[in-house]
């Protein structure tokens, strides 16, 4: 306080002082001087301060500048040495990685890139890199668990601990250590990948604000892209696909410019280009156009379609060659990408059927058919050295599996997405989920018997490669095959309410196959959790009572299938548990619309068949079956309670008076073994019509055995 009144009196003129009066202190002359018409002075002591003060100031701005243009210049000299690297050795993933025979490695100061003090001397970044032992472990883990499983964005060689950005090795972290027990970690993998995930993007952003961008950002985007998927946030993943993508085409990734030509660093923007495209295919949200050209006043999204015959006249890059111990095969990991593609129009089909597409799946221009038409010259092409009976997958001994993951990883993805494929095209829920339309008459009976059998054949592929993984002890590294699994049990649930006992009781321990794999996934990545617990519901909606039902028709015969949920597992839009509002960790909360407390298109479908089925081919009705009759049900919670009224034998005779043909249900959600709800009649299109043929002795040794890839 004392300094401060003592600092207002030598503001003050002579006048003022002398007077006691307060200065309003104006220079040269105050304003009460001026109307009193005096000589206005200022002491001199009040001068020399007043300069200190200016001089201390100006001092320490002087400061601020000198560290401005130090940062400055370390961006400039750095930007200055990316150009010098860019032209001599092209946009390298790794910024001293050997990319060429003429040039070497060079080791860099304390492992870490010179650009990365230019980084540093802001403060923006307080992420800590992890010890070194940790760091080449999580390396070594990547290119075990993660090379080509499913992206293929580096070599062996390229990735090292001393020479890669920092955004490229929180990336690799965040992917690689969840398959590491190193005691660094604490027993919290997850998080400590959700924190590398999140470093990584804060390194990968700043080199977009700095203007520094390499083929290494890319990269990293696309590791924490798959990172964040098996995060299971869905939002996440679309927008470091998004910015991936965008950046490819922006540096000019996205065409071929040196055709014939096969050195590293063109074959690494292959790769990289080659991942992204997988990328959006498997992981990436729908693409749609919107068109208001026809009608200003009624736009409408469109799907994008791939087989528009309108062709551009620029090239893509060339798939990479591939290299390893089964290069004599040829290369696998294009015809991955190439089924991924496939697998992207499935999900537009899967769309459109969910919008209630009216074009009926038998026409020659629907999805339906041009779908199979790709997937069946797609088995015509693929070479015979990669096909199941070739490969012999369970005759190789664990440690042959286990050392060639690069390629047997790669290979189950064919396998399983193949099946997949088929699965969902024939999806019985696809075709009789509409109860405004009686489905006997909307779908020929030909093409529901045929459909049956393909959905039944190929899901029990799916049990089958479960069986082989499981007896090879091979570890999955692609959360991606839990999405085909839980299809595979959604089809398998219809058939556990087969008039067959036989077929039910089948389809039971394939169900059950299908519940535990899903169950030791989920231990493993959240993504595959989401989908295991959304399978749960689903049965345990499935398998209710419905005293609706009863009171007009056989219970027994009754699936009931609640659509919202069914389409999300079929269409993978989102694995996201429903009380969270979709882009959760993304959006500011005020920006977010709060999740309804109710799906406004959540009705259940209850599934009726009128038919029997029989041991041997009838051939009284021309061999064709009758597709199911489906009834809906809004908010089934008004009229039962499944957790309060499990399905018993007694209430089952007591509503209908007749009974039962098999034995009781048992409850969904004890898993001894093989045993499950469905013993009980349910439809024709459950009866295996290969069943007759089977080796029940050996179940897998069959004529269900075509079909396979």
Same mark, same amino acid.
């Given at each position: 306080?004392?300094?401060?009144?003592?600092?207002?009196?030598?503001?003050?003129?002579?006048?003022?002082?002398?007077?006691?009066?307060? &200065?309003?202190?104006?220079?040269?002359? &105050?304003?009460?001087?001026?109307?009193?018409?005096?000589?206005?002075?200022?002491?001199?002591? %009040?001068?020399?301060?007043?300069?200190?003060?200016?001089?201390?100031?100006?001092?320490?701005?002087?400061?601020?500048?000198?560290?401005?243009?130090?940062?400055?210049?370390?961006?400039?000299? !750095?930007?200055?040495?990316?150009?010098?690297?860019?032209?001599?050795?092209?946009? /390298?993933?790794?910024?001293?990685?050997?990319?060429?025979?003429?040039?070497?490695?060079?080791? +860099?100061?304390?492992?870490?890139?010179?650009?990365?003090?230019?980084?540093?001397?802001?403060?923006?970044?307080?992420?800590?890199?992890?010890?070194?032992?940790?760091?080449?472990?999580?390396?070594?883990?990547?290119?075990?668990?993660?090379?080509?499983?499913?992206?293929?964005?580096?070599?062996?060689?390229?990735?090292?601990?001393?020479?890669?950005?920092?955004?490229?090795?929180?990336?690799?972290?965040?992917?690689? =250590?969840?398959?590491?027990?190193?005691?660094?970690?604490?027993?919290?993998?997850?998080?400590? &990948?959700?924190?590398?995930?999140?470093?990584?993007?804060?390194?990968?952003? =700043?080199?977009?604000?700095?203007?520094?961008?390499?083929?290494?950002?890319?990269?990293?985007?696309?590791?924490?892209?798959?990172?964040?998927?098996?995060?299971?946030?869905?939002?996440?993943?679309?927008?470091?696909?998004?910015?991936?993508?965008?950046?490819?085409?922006?540096?000019?990734?996205?065409?071929?410019?040196?055709? $014939?030509?096969?050195?590293?660093?063109?074959?690494?923007?292959?790769?990289?280009?080659?991942?992204?495209?997988?990328?959006?295919?498997?992981?990436?949200?729908?693409?749609?156009?919107?068109? +208001?050209?026809?009608?200003?006043?009624?736009?409408?999204?469109?799907?994008? !379609?791939?087989?528009?015959?309108?062709?551009?006249?620029?090239?893509?890059?060339?798939? /990479?060659?591939?290299?390893?111990?089964?290069?004599?095969?040829?290369?696998?990991?294009?015809?991955?990408?190439?089924?991924?593609?496939?697998?992207?129009?499935?999900? %537009?089909?899967?769309?459109?059927?969910?919008?209630?597409?009216?074009?009926?799946?038998?026409?020659?221009?629907? $999805?339906?058919?041009?779908?199979?038409?790709?997937?069946?010259?797609?088995?015509?092409?693929?070479?015979?050295?990669?096909?199941?009976?070739?490969?012999?997958?369970?005759?190789?001994?664990?440690?042959?599996?286990?050392?060639?993951?690069?390629?047997?990883?790669?290979?189950?993805?064919?396998?399983?997405?193949?099946?997949?494929?088929?699965?969902?095209?024939?999806?019985?829920?696809?075709?009789?989920?509409?109860?405004?339309?009686?489905?006997?008459?909307?779908?020929?009976?030909?093409?529901?018997?045929?459909?049956?059998?393909?959905?039944?054949? @190929?899901?029990?592929?799916?049990?089958?490669?479960?069986?082989?993984?499981?007896?090879?002890?091979?570890?999955?590294?692609? /959360?991606?095959?839990?999405?085909?699994?839980?299809?595979?049990?959604?089809?398998?649930? %219809?058939?556990?309410?087969?008039?067959?006992?036989?077929?039910?009781?089948?389809?039971?321990?394939?169900?059950?196959?299908?519940?535990?794999?899903?169950?030791?996934?989920?231990?493993?990545?959240?993504?595959?959790?989401?989908?295991?617990?959304?399978?749960?519901?689903?049965?345990?909606?499935?398998?209710?009572?419905?005293?609706?039902?009863?009171?007009?028709?056989?219970?027994?015969?009754?699936?009931?299938?609640?659509?919202?949920?069914?389409?999300?597992?079929?269409?993978?839009?989102?694995?996201?548990?429903?009380?969270?509002?979709?882009?959760?960790?993304?959006?500011?909360?005020?920006?977010?619309?709060?999740?309804?407390?109710? @799906?406004?298109?959540?009705?259940?479908?209850?599934?009726?068949?009128?038919?029997?089925?029989?041991?041997?081919?009838?051939?009284?009705?021309?061999?064709?079956?009758?597709?199911?009759?489906?009834?809906?049900?809004?908010?089934?919670?008004?009229?039962?309670?499944?957790? !309060?009224?499990?399905?018993?034998?007694?209430?089952?005779?007591?509503?209908?008076?007749?009974?039962?043909?098999?034995?009781?249900?048992?409850?969904?959600?004890?898993?001894?073994?093989?045993?499950?709800?469905?013993?009980?009649?349910?439809?024709?299109?459950?009866?295996?019509?290969?069943?007759?043929?089977?080796?029940?002795?050996?179940?897998?040794? $069959?004529?269900?055995?075509?079909?396979?890839?």
């Amino acid at each position: 306080m004392n300094n401060r009144v003592s600092k207002r009196s030598h503001q003050a003129c002579e006048n003022c002082r002398r007077k006691k009066t307060r &200065c309003p202190g104006e220079r040269p002359a &105050c304003s009460i001087c001026t109307r009193l018409q005096q000589t206005c002075q200022y002491s001199r002591s %009040y001068d020399l301060l007043e300069r200190s003060l200016g001089d201390r100031q100006e001092d320490r701005l002087q400061q601020l500048e000198e560290k401005m243009e130090l940062m400055l210049e370390g961006s400039i000299s !750095n930007r200055q040495i990316e150009i010098r690297k860019s032209h001599s050795r092209g946009p /390298p993933s790794c910024d001293n990685a050997s990319e060429s025979s003429n040039m070497q490695a060079k080791p +860099m100061t304390q492992g870490r890139p010179t650009d990365e003090k230019a980084l540093q001397a802001t403060n923006a970044l307080s992420f800590a890199m992890p010890p070194k032992d940790v760091v080449t472990e999580g390396i070594a883990l990547y290119f075990k668990y993660c090379h080509k499983q499913p992206l293929w964005l580096f070599d062996p060689d390229d990735l090292t601990a001393e020479s890669c950005r920092s955004e490229v090795i929180f990336g690799v972290l965040s992917l690689a =250590l969840r398959y590491s027990n190193n005691p660094f970690l604490k027993g919290q993998a997850d998080q400590m &990948c959700q924190q590398y995930a999140k470093a990584a993007r804060s390194y990968a952003m =700043l080199r977009i604000t700095d203007g520094t961008v390499n083929l290494s950002t890319i990269q990293s985007f696309c590791l924490i892209a798959l990172a964040e998927y098996t995060a299971n946030d869905t939002h996440l993943t679309w927008l470091h696909i998004g910015l991936a993508t965008n950046l490819a085409k922006c540096a000019g990734i996205d065409t071929e410019l040196h055709e $014939g030509e096969f050195i590293p660093e063109v074959e690494e923007r292959r790769r990289v280009f080659w991942s992204i495209h997988l990328l959006n295919q498997q992981y990436a949200s729908h693409n749609m156009q919107l068109n +208001m050209l026809r009608d200003i006043h009624n736009p409408k999204y469109m799907a994008v !379609n791939v087989d528009s015959q309108l062709e551009m006249g620029l090239k893509p890059p060339q798939t /990479p060659q591939e290299s390893g111990a089964f290069t004599l095969r040829g290369g696998i990991w294009a015809y991955m990408v190439q089924l991924s593609t496939l697998w992207s129009e499935v999900q %537009y089909y899967v769309s459109h059927c969910a919008s209630r597409d009216p074009t009926s799946p038998w026409l020659v221009d629907s $999805g339906y058919s041009i779908i199979g038409a790709h997937l069946m010259d797609m088995e015509t092409k693929f070479p015979t050295s990669h096909r199941y009976d070739s490969v012999r997958f369970q005759d190789q001994s664990k440690e042959e599996l286990h050392r060639n993951r690069e390629y047997w990883s790669p290979w189950l993805y064919l396998q399983f997405t193949y099946h997949a494929v088929h699965s969902v095209l024939n999806h019985p829920f696809l075709y009789s989920w509409r109860p405004q339309q009686s489905a006997q008459f909307a779908v020929p009976n030909t093409f529901w018997r045929t459909s049956s059998e393909l959905a039944l054949i @190929h899901t029990t592929w799916t049990v089958h490669l479960i069986d082989m993984i499981a007896e090879k002890e091979y570890q999955l590294s692609d /959360p991606f095959l839990a999405h085909a699994v839980a299809i595979a049990a959604t089809i398998h649930m %219809y058939y556990c309410r087969a008039t067959d006992p036989a077929v039910a009781d089948s389809a039971q321990r394939k169900l059950d196959t299908c519940m535990r794999f899903l169950g030791e996934l989920a231990t493993k990545w959240p993504r595959c959790q989401a989908i295991h617990q959304k399978i749960q519901r689903l049965i345990q909606s499935a398998f209710a009572v419905s005293l609706y039902s009863s009171r007009h028709r056989l219970p027994r015969r009754t699936l009931s299938i609640e659509t919202a949920l069914m389409w999300d597992i079929l269409c993978q839009k989102s694995t996201e548990t429903s009380s969270a509002p979709p882009g959760d960790g993304l959006f500011d909360i005020s920006f977010l619309q709060p999740p309804s407390q109710k @799906h406004p298109d959540q009705v259940t479908v209850e599934t009726e068949i009128f038919h029997h089925s029989a041991g041997p081919v009838d051939t009284s009705d021309g061999g064709q079956a009758l597709p199911p009759y489906s009834s809906t049900v809004h908010d089934r919670s008004t009229f039962e309670n499944p957790e !309060n009224e499990p399905w018993t034998r007694n209430n089952s005779a007591s509503s209908d008076n007749v009974p039962s043909q098999a034995p009781p249900p048992r409850d969904p959600w004890m898993w001894p073994g093989s045993g499950f709800p469905g013993d009980v009649s349910f439809m024709d299109l459950t009866h295996d019509p290969f069943f007759r043929f089977q080796d029940h002795e050996n179940p897998y040794r $069959g004529l269900w055995k075509i079909g396979n890839l």
